[in-house]
């Protein structure tokens, strides 16, 4: 009978602390790094054994530390949901993406997707004074002015971006090259290091003569302002690339149109290419921002 009282008393005494074991669920976090259309996800959830990825588009995923691409801007609740054997816990974060229109990656099929109202191009003429750039294609996004050119590469050393950022030629800086060019940004940098070397310069407006030498730089080389793809050969020494210039690193400040246009130069620094024109006095190509 003893033995039996003291069985009974084992018993409740293990249905006590097994109705008393404490419930502790996951504590479920994420953080994330961004890069153009893809997230990188990392998992910072403590306690869980299996993870449930909801990324807003539809698409799923198990994995602890998922990299997911989007296919589309805009705004995504990303949920993760945790659990072990006592439950689930759920975090979300909501993502904004602007998706870029061009991937800098020289493959160039993305820009036969560019709607025809954003493309804006220029080619060579059999006219042109200066041939050896060829074509010269942009567009433009919220954060990128995207740039396409075929040109021949063994004629070319510095590369000249001009960029008339308010539309208005009696401001900047008038280049010999183009009709009331109005330069207020110069770009300059060499084609055999892909531009990482590239200059950012602003004629102010306070300087009238705007056939002077008024230029001031405002990014330094190596500031990162141009991002350019490795040159794909087409023919011989003919070569395509495709760059963005980071419209911020350029100025902040946009009119909804600006004149684009580029001219290389040989080793001397002897002019041998322009877009738009060809050398023979013609407009800056117009580009609608907005």
Known sequence: MKKYIELIFLTV?????FSCKSTVLPIATF???????????????TGATSYSW?????TTSTDKDPVHIYTASGSYTVTLTATNEDGSKTYYEVITLTKSLININGDFTDWAEIPTEKLFTSTVSDTATYKVLETLKVCVDENYIYFYMKLDSSKVGPMDIYINSDNNPTTGSNNWLWNKCGGDYLIEGFLNV??????VFNFPATVKDQTSWGWVESAPSGSGVIIMSTPKTVTGKIVEFEGKIIRELVTSQWASAIGFGIFTSDANWTANGCLPGGGNLGDLLQVQLK
């Open 194 to 199: 892909k531009l990482a070397d590239a200059t």
């Open 31 to 45: 953080t994330y790094v961004m890069q153009e259309d893809t997230i990188v996800f990392t998992n910072t959830t």
């Open 54 to 58: 909801d990324f807003g588009d539809k």
């Open 13 to 17: 005494i293990a249905v006590l602390i």
